[in-house]
């Protein structure tokens, strides 16, 4: 099994069994900052974007059942993995909806409280472990596996490792429960350049027949909201009286006249399902 490369050591003799790495998270708003067309014609360009937070997140070497593993937190009970029902990606929607729609704001996974509305990456993750009846931790997965990289410097891009190389990555159809993938949403190294793949991630909810996924996601303008996409027409923001991409790309002063993908379904990289 690979591991991760992890940085640093901790501090205290009595952590000395543990190893960290840093996540970085965005300290603002990374996307979906503008509900209507009007919003986001109406918006300020800003000159650049603060820097991430960089989130340490502990892991514990143990030995189970034989096979030396990488654990995430502190007491964590062995990882199980999910049944395949039927009715999974249902669950994995309908977990996505009750957040938005109770407006719940942190969710309890492996013990731990993650703040899901200012974070997509502990959006999806709360989600799935709901849907999962509390058995799957899609960043816990990832490492057990191997899937992660050890260049991976993002919530994102460790559970984008999961899909692509463990279970199903699509590039084209969307399915109801999937893990949508986007890139360039913002210019997440502020180099000023159209080059941030995996910037952010949202829930498939559902597909209607024309090919618009609604969507929910975390950390849209520091709130959980629904959106919508469609990689079929990514230059449109409406079609038939009907929206069916939102605006994702935030506006940056240095972009100037640049024809840049600011829509969903320009920004979609595919879809990860179980």
């Not at 995430?72 to 977990?95: Q, V, Y």
């Not at 024809?259 to 879809?271: A, E, P, V």
């Amino acid at each position: 099994m690979g591991f991760l490369s992890f940085q640093g050591s901790v501090y205290s003799k009595k952590k000395a069994d543990l190893n960290y790495l840093f996540l970085e998270t965005p300290s603002e708003a990374s996307a979906g900052d503008y509900d209507t067309e009007e919003d986001f014609k109406n918006a300020k360009a800003i000159s650049t974007e603060s820097a991430p937070i960089r989130q340490k997140v502990y892991f514990r070497e143990e030995d189970v059942e034989g096979i030396k593993k990488r654990r995430i937190h502190i007491n964590m009970t062995d990882f199980e993995k999910p049944d395949k029902k039927d009715n999974l990606r249902d669950k994995i929607a309908s977990a996505a909806k009750e957040f938005l729609e109770k407006n719940i704001t942190s969710v309890k996974v492996n013990g731990y409280s993650l703040p899901i509305q200012t974070d997509c990456t502990y959006f999806i993750r709360a989600v799935y472990w709901r849907a999962t009846d509390e058995s799957l931790d899609l960043l816990q997965e990832s490492v057990d596996s191997g899937a992660a990289n050890t260049n991976s410097h993002s919530g994102v891009e460790i559970i984008y490792d999961l899909f692509a190389k463990k279970k199903n990555f699509d590039k084209k159809t969307p399915e109801t429960g999937d893990v949508i993938f986007f890139d360039d949403t913002w210019d997440r190294n502020n180099n000023r350049k159209i080059d941030d793949a995996l910037t952010h991630v949202g829930i498939v909810v559902s597909v209607d027949s024309m090919g618009t996924v609604e969507f929910v996601h975390g950390n849209a303008g520091k709130k959980i909201k629904k959106g919508y996409l469609n990689k079929n027409y990514p230059d449109d923001y409406m079609k038939d009286g009907k929206v069916i991409n939102t605006y994702l790309r935030r506006k940056y002063a240095w972009e100037g006249d640049a024809k840049i993908h600011r829509l969903s379904g320009g920004l979609t990289r595919g879809f990860g399902r179980l």
